[in-house]
Nanobody, 115 residues
């Protein structure tokens, strides 16, 4: 059984920074990629950032230059450093773990950016 536990969300002001964490635990033998998604009220869930096992990264255009995804392989933890936050970044942020033949999702952590 694999579990993802996210943390780090909260209420911040425009221009502030937050760092989200997602720790994966359980029987994990191989990871293809870890990613962050977000879902704002009334909108579909969207990809924010992804990091493959080889270290390649990809970002949504809306967060390029402001967000950075990183990973601690020893801890099976992925981070999302979010700088220069904007009200439009307000959403529930979800961690996603891709292993061969399966996908796991975290429970989500709320980020609210006030103007």
């Amino acid at each position: 059984q694999v579990q993802l536990v996210e943390s780090g969300g909260g209420l911040v002001q425009t221009g502030d920074s937050l760092r989200l964490s997602c720790a994966a635990s359980g029987s994990i033998f191989s990871i293809n990629a870890m990613a962050w998604y977000r879902q704002a009220p009334g909108k579909e869930r969207e990809l924010v950032a992804v990091m493959t096992n080889g270290g390649s990264t990809n970002y949504a255009d809306s967060v390029k230059g402001r967000f950075t995804i990183s990973r601690d392989n020893a801890k099976n933890t992925v981070y999302l450093q979010m700088n220069s936050l904007k009200p439009e970044d307000t959403a529930v942020y979800y961690c996603k773990l891709l292993i061969p033949s399966y996908v796991y999702w975290g429970q989500g952590t709320q980020v609210i950016v006030s103007s």
